[in-house]
């Protein structure tokens, strides 16, 4: 089992940089045995991918939404997955949740384990 929680969530302008980090522990597997990535849900919007990381941190990625603007890593010694977030526009705001699971996470149905969200607005 995994238990994630997210932080850095908040208010920013647009164009303007956020680094959203989330704290991983599992009982049984180690943290870094799992994939790990972040989705967002924006009001009256279904939840949707945003990226993705395998469990080494060799292979990422990312929706075409934000290719180019986000960042997703992660330090297993840490125990920790970030999403680095730069050139925000306002249609980025949601709420970002953590998520890990056993597969590649680009998808909804691959999700195992969700952590409970930060907000993230932006503001033009």
């Known amino acids: 089992q995994v238990q994630l929680v997210e932080s850095g969530g908040g208010l920013v302008q647009a164009g303007g940089s956020l680094r959203l980090s989330c704290a991983a522990a599992?009982?049984?597997?180690?943290?870094?045995?799992?994939?790990m990535g972040w989705f967002r849900q924006a009001p009256g919007k279904e939840r949707e991918f945003v990226a993705a990381?395998?469990?080494?941190?060799?292979?990422?990625y990312y929706a075409d939404s934000v290719k180019g603007r986000f960042t997703i890593s992660r330090d297993n010694a840490k125990n920790t997955v970030s999403l680095q977030m730069n050139s925000l526009k306002p249609e980025d705001t949601a709420v970002y949740y953590c998520?890990?699971?056993?597969?590649?996470?680009?998808?909804?149905?691959?999700?195992?384990?969700w952590g409970q969200g930060t907000q993230v607005t932006v503001s033009s």
């Open positions: 599992a009982s049984g597997r180690t943290v870094s045995s799992y994939g």
């Open positions: 990381v395998n469990w080494s941190g060799g292979s990422t």
């Open positions: 998520a890990a699971g056993e597969m590649r996470l680009t998808m909804l149905s691959r999700v195992a384990y």
